[in-house]
């Protein structure tokens, strides 16, 4: 059987992006700040085009969070290094317990932005 998502695919990606991780995090750490300086000038009569801005902010630093930590998770695999088979068998249960997490995070701020950005405008209603 063959899976989309595997730890050796996620490696592969990982180690492709590795020269961008510093720059994720600096990214990260710099939206962050920008997002709380937006923040002290929203106040009750602000353009919704600045709250959109703000929010846009706050979720690309969270994408660039997630994607650094991808990168820095997946750079080097455990398993590939282990002495003994039992260590292999540890590694590979956490490796994969590491994918399942990451198919899950690394499109959830996108998401959620997408539905933020929908939800309000009256696109969905839930």
Partial sequence: MKYWFTPESFHLAATTLSPLRWRLLAWSLF?????LMLQTQIKFAT???LVWVALFILFSALQALVLASFIFFFRVLPSDTAKSRYWFRLYRLIEWCETL???LLLPLPMLSFIYALLSVN???LL
Avoid at 31 to 35: G, K, Q, T, Y
């Fill in 31 to 35: 939206a962050f700040v920008l997002f």
């Fill in 47 to 49: 353009p919704d085009f």
């Fill in 101 to 103: 997490l990451f198919a």
């Fill in 122 to 124: 009256g696109i969905i």
